[in-house]
């Protein structure tokens, strides 16, 4: 069997970019670089984030499922803290 590896004694550096890499689409800003099984393909796409926060009440407990943006928590005395996601 012959030797396929490509090792980076072989490949000099920045050699390897978009180009070479035949991504079947363009990229926007904040996309990944994500492989898709059904076409064997390497593409550009948005990653999905969800979280569950739970916020502990004093009878009961409420979960919230946040994907995106800024949570204002107010405190007792009135301020807001921002937790970013």
């Not at 994500?34 to 984030?49: E, G, P, R």
């Not at 407990?61 to 107010?74: D, K, L």
């Amino acid at each position: 069997m012959a030797n396929t590896k490509v090792t980076s004694r072989v490949l000099a550096d920045d050699a390897v970019g978009l180009a070479q890499l035949n991504i079947s689409n363009d990229p926007s800003n904040g996309q990944a670089l994500t492989y898709v099984t059904s076409s064997n393909d390497l593409q550009w796409a948005t990653i999905s984030v969800s979280q569950t926060l739970t916020v502990v009440g004093r009878s009961s407990n409420t979960n919230i499922t946040v994907t995106s943006g800024a949570i204002a928590v107010e405190t007792r005395s009135g301020s807001n803290v921002n937790v970013g996601v």
